[in-house]
């Protein structure tokens, strides 16, 4: 283990624990950041340019603002006054420690995994490039697939909310049009 | 080098080459401010700076001493945080601002052998850390706790997300075309001459239209007019960081500014050749004068445009990316794909122009037919 490992591990791990514990959750959102940044770092520090570069493009740059997105519109800032741990957390512990230990054990045990380390394929760019492209063509049709299935679903449930609102607003102007002539200009 | 010890070598060349960065674009940074307030001053028909020259002697140098005097105001200004704000995040917010930008000049290539890191992944790198800039101004508009400055950034993040799709679709053809992710195996791929002219790639179809995607959409991502909605002063104060002062301000201004240095640099290394000659009797000329000369030029492109367009409004900003911007960048991928698959000859400039065109053209048309604007009337002063 080298010492840019180390520091980036603990540095990751830290900001994952920070990412559960706090109690604001937008701070959550931005440690849980600093975490993914920590496991790009990584990527990088294994000379996986590629996966740590995409990993910081799309997770800092688009999840995170999903997730800060999603804290902001769905609720309001206050803090949570109950505490964070649920009064179970020590038999928790207990029982992953258990279930880590368990399937730890059994993969530094099993006969498939190859115990000496294969020499590290050259990886560059292009070669990712050509697999993408030629042997896992399929699978990268299909995440498109889904993809672009998951983004017009977005479209239509947003597009159907948009105009039952709209159908609903034009309703109370016209409800209130001729109830309140006083207040002619004031609704926005 | 020789004069260094052979065990420090590594160290002092990885300092001389990032040394360079801060100091020069830094530097580069403090006089284009003068040259943007004396430009839009003389573009609206007003003076602007052009008293201060050099301090204790009577030498005016036409007002470009300006940016000593509002440097130190911007460092000995009281540094004010409001009381209910986030303090760890408002305090780390322009630090996150300005780190990325920094990080982005690592990949560009200024000159000959002028590049901090050559990345495999360079271009890929370069989007990746302009992701962080979202964030930060989200942590800004966030932790001031303050309306206005969370509105201007929902609305910074709204824009910078909608025209990054086309910033990157963009320079994809450029990708396509060279074959790799590497900034400076793009512009070697450029660094060509026939009859003299260089082979830069805004002189093919898909190039002319891909560095004018590029360039409009780098002008929205580093949120000037007419796409500075998030800091729009007469609607929202200055945006997401209305509660900023004295030297954090003067970080979001610098970070800013050199995002948007990096981003036209990105787009000469893309499309402008990079360092290399416009033509070939040129190529005496040091490289990196290129470079910046290039930068500078468009630099002050991007000035003259924040003189002269006025703001738009937000669902003008958004129909553009999503309804223009996007589909043309994605018809001008697939005309890079037909201009590799062609062969060289005429034809092809005639197929590849007109598919670019025609699309243009009927995109243009359609979404104008939709706004039922009418004829446009034109009223002069008598």
Not at chain 1, 10 to 38: D, E, F, K, Q, Y
Not at chain 2, 26 to 38: D, N, Q, S, V, Y
Not at chain 2, 208 to 229: V, W
Request: net charge neutral; glycine share 8%; hydrophobic share 55%.
């Amino acid at each position: 283990m080298s010492l840019p490992f180390v520091i980036i591990a603990i540095v990751t791990l830290l900001a994952g624990a920070a990412a559960m514990s706090l109690r604001n959750l937008v701070h959550c959102a931005l440690s849980l950041v600093v975490s993914l940044a920590g496991l790009a770092a990584l990527y990088l520090v294994l000379d996986a340019q590629f996966v740590g570069f995409a990993q910081i493009l799309v997770y800092v740059g688009a999840v995170a603002i999903l997730i800060v997105f999603a804290v902001l519109l769905t609720r309001s800032d206050a803090t949570p006054n109950q505490t964070i741990l649920s009064p179970g957390w020590g038999i928790g512990i207990v029982v992953s420690a258990v279930v880590f230990a368990t399937l730890g054990w059994a993969a530094l045990n099993s006969t498939g995994l190859p115990k000496e380390m294969p020499p590290a394929p050259e990886t560059t760019v292009k070669n990712i490039g050509d697999l993408l492209m030629t042997q896992y063509v399929l699978p990268l049709e299909a995440i498109g697939l889904l993809l672009t299935a998951a983004l017009i679903g977005a479209v239509i449930i947003a597009m159907r909310d948009d105009a039952a609102k709209t159908k609903m607003e034009d309703g109370r102007l016209k409800m209130e049009k001729p109830a309140s002539p006083s207040s002619s200009g004031g609704h926005v | 080098m020789g004069f260094v010890p052979e065990a420090w070598r590594t160290i002092v060349s990885a300092l001389i080459s990032v040394a360079f960065i801060p100091l020069v674009f830094a530097t580069m940074f403090a006089i284009i401010t003068i040259f943007e307030r004396k430009g839009i001053g003389r573009i609206q028909n007003r003076y602007g700076p052009n008293r201060v020259g050099i301090p204790f002697t009577n030498i005016r140098l036409c007002g470009f001493g300006q940016f000593i005097p509002d440097g130190l105001k911007m460092l000995t200004k009281e540094d004010i945080v409001p009381r209910t704000a986030d303090q760890v995040v408002h305090f780390l917010a322009p630090v996150v601002m300005l780190i990325p930008v920094l990080l982005a000049y690592a990949v560009l290539p200024f000159g000959r052998n002028m590049t901090a890191a050559d990345f495999d992944a360079g271009v890929l790198f370069f989007f990746a850390v302009g992701g962080a800039v979202e964030l930060s101004v989200f942590m800004a508009g966030w932790a001031s706790h303050n309306k206005y400055s969370l509105l201007g950034a929902m609305r910074a993040i709204a824009q910078m997300i909608s025209y990054e799709i086309p910033l990157i679709l963009s320079a994809v053809t450029v990708i396509m075309i060279v074959g790799s992710l590497k900034t400076v195996d793009i512009v070697a791929a450029q660094n060509h001459y026939t009859c003299g002219i260089a082979h830069w790639y805004v002189f093919t179809p898909w190039g002319l239209a891909g560095f004018i995607l590029f360039f409009i959409a780098s002008l929205a991502e580093s949120n000037r007019t007419p796409f500075d909605l998030p800091e729009a002063e007469s609607e929202i104060i200055a945006g997401y960081f209305t509660e900023y002062s004295g030297f954090k301000f003067a970080l979001f201004f610098l970070g800013e500014y050199l995002g948007m240095f990096a981003a036209i640099g990105l787009g000469i290394t893309l499309f402008l050749g990079g360092w290399t000659a416009p033509f070939s009797f040129l190529t005496w000329v040091p490289s990196y004068l290129w470079f910046f000369a290039k930068l500078i030029a468009l630099i002050f492109t991007f000035i003259w445009i924040r003189a002269t367009l006025p703001r738009l409004r937000m669902d003008q900003l958004m129909n553009f990316a999503w309804k223009f911007m996007l589909p043309l960048s994605l018809v001008n991928i697939f005309t890079a794909g037909l201009w590799h698959f062609m062969g060289a000859g005429p034809t092809r400039w005639a197929v590849c122009s007109a598919v670019i065109f025609g699309s243009y053209a009927i995109l243009g048309r359609g979404l104008m037919e939709k706004q039922n604007l009418g004829r446009r009337i034109y009223r002069y002063a008598d």
